[in-house]
């Protein structure tokens, strides 16, 4: 697998969700990793991102809310939504920061909305 991300869904407002994404060990130990998002009309974007080193930097949508994270022995990156609002709807995708074209996969779509 070069680059999968799943755990999206239906939720509340306010509510919570935790996407996964593994990757390839190519890709998830020589670069820094990134969640992404693209809401519908809308340019994709950067949304949080993690270092090699663990670094975390967040979108200031988001800053606050959701958390991301690494486990090196999983080669997995995770991305802990909380406090969710209908305009963080969108495709979440992982990919290394900055991105690997071509290695974008379909994506997790989240839908926050009551």
């Known amino acids: 697998v070069q680059l999968q991300a799943s755990g999206g869904g239906l939720v509340q407002p306010g509510g919570s969700l935790r996407l996964s994404c593994a990757a390839s060990?190519?890709?998830?130990?020589?670069?820094?990793m990134g969640w992404y998002r693209q809401a519908p009309g809308k340019q994709r974007e950067l949304v949080a991102s993690?270092?090699?080193?663990?670094?975390?930097d967040y979108a200031n949508s988001v800053k606050g809310r959701f958390t991301i994270s690494g486990d090196n022995a999983k080669n997995t990156v995770y991305l802990q939504m909380n406090a969710l609002k209908p305009g963080d709807t969108a495709v979440y995708y992982c990919?290394?920061?900055?991105?690997?074209?071509?290695?974008w996969g379909q994506g997790t779509l989240v839908t926050v909305s009551s």
């Open positions: 993690i270092t090699t080193g663990g670094s975390t």
């Open positions: 990919n290394a920061d900055p991105p690997i074209l071509g290695y």
């Open positions: 060990a190519s890709i998830f130990g020589d670069n820094a």
